[in-house]
């Protein structure tokens, strides 16, 4: 069979690194693979700083007798049918459905495949026909086992470090994420640092003033606790385009990983840290749940709630008639302090029976979230897959 593989897998997103991953269990198999990049990211000054040279025998294939396409792309009004072969699309769903009109173009395709069970229901309660297959992306355990240099954080060698990585979009839930991080840490700011790796858009690197607007962003999130600036805890953005070395850079430097989204069809980021050993803090709704549980992180609740207060290009997108989920703040912010609390207490030496119990508890979890991102390596799953 020859596969034609139409994905952003030169793209240095989190999007396309589950392409390229998912391009590799097609090359193990004996499918005679194709493949054509599409582009949605932007470097800074357009510097390329990954080595796609693996992927020149694949892009220069010529397109005959082509027996199936895969497309993956971030809407399914982007993708296009191609008559006469078997047309497949992988996509991503955050909220529990779709768009009617993008509903309409699944239904376009011979089969569809999606990172978790949620996103199957959620093709189905919109009204989806064709068969849906759940496929969680994969990994490569190569990048977990490798030794990086840590990221370099001036002034941070004495605090704990916690971190996320995503967009600053209401999706990803950082304004819940400082709010817990602010009430968790007001007695103790020079203990802490909260590290946001971030970005305004991808598709657009010349905004010149968006260090600034996350910053405004940041700071009004504070203003709105009200939290003296003498008490408030420290937060560190960090912008920019990292190479996967630079993001793995910082998963190795980072103590507790922190997923603060409202809606998710996987989340690469909190996976890695699961992957690198860290102490994963994080809700289990949506895609989450395929990966995320009490055996391999500390999981806080929230409500299911209306999307609200979302601005989106499309206007079908993330509106009032969806549903994602609604962090706790309370919770969430618990859970850090606990963990800090617990983690200065082992280096110290300070703690009691019961708190050697707790974080022994933790302890256990990274070790069980290691085996667990082991089961999804592409050289295991791929058989599968195919």
Known sequence: MKLLFVAPYRDFSGFSLVSRNLLKTFIQSDIDVVTRAIKYDQLDNDKQNMDFSWLKPYEEKNLLNIDMMLQIVTSNIEATIKPGICNGLYTFLETDRIQQSWAMKANEFDFLMVACKANAEALVRSGVTKPILTCPPPCDIDVYNKVYEPYKIQGAENRTVFYNICQLSTKKGIDTLLRAYYAAFVDRPNEVLLVLKTYLSMANRNNANELEQVKQFINRVWQGCRI?????????????????????????????????????GWTIPAFDSLGHGKILISNNFGGLQTFVNNDVALVYGGCVTCCYDSPHPDPELYTGMEKWFEPSVAELSSLMRATHLLRIGNISGQLNEANQKEWASILQRQINAKLMVERFDYRKVWPIIV
């Open 228 to 264: 003296p600036v003498q008490q408030r805890p420290p937060v560190l953005p960090i912008l920019g385009t990292f190479s996967e070395e630079g993001i793995h850079q910082l998963h190795t430097r980072g103590d507790v990983y922190v997923c603060s989204s409202r809606g998710e």
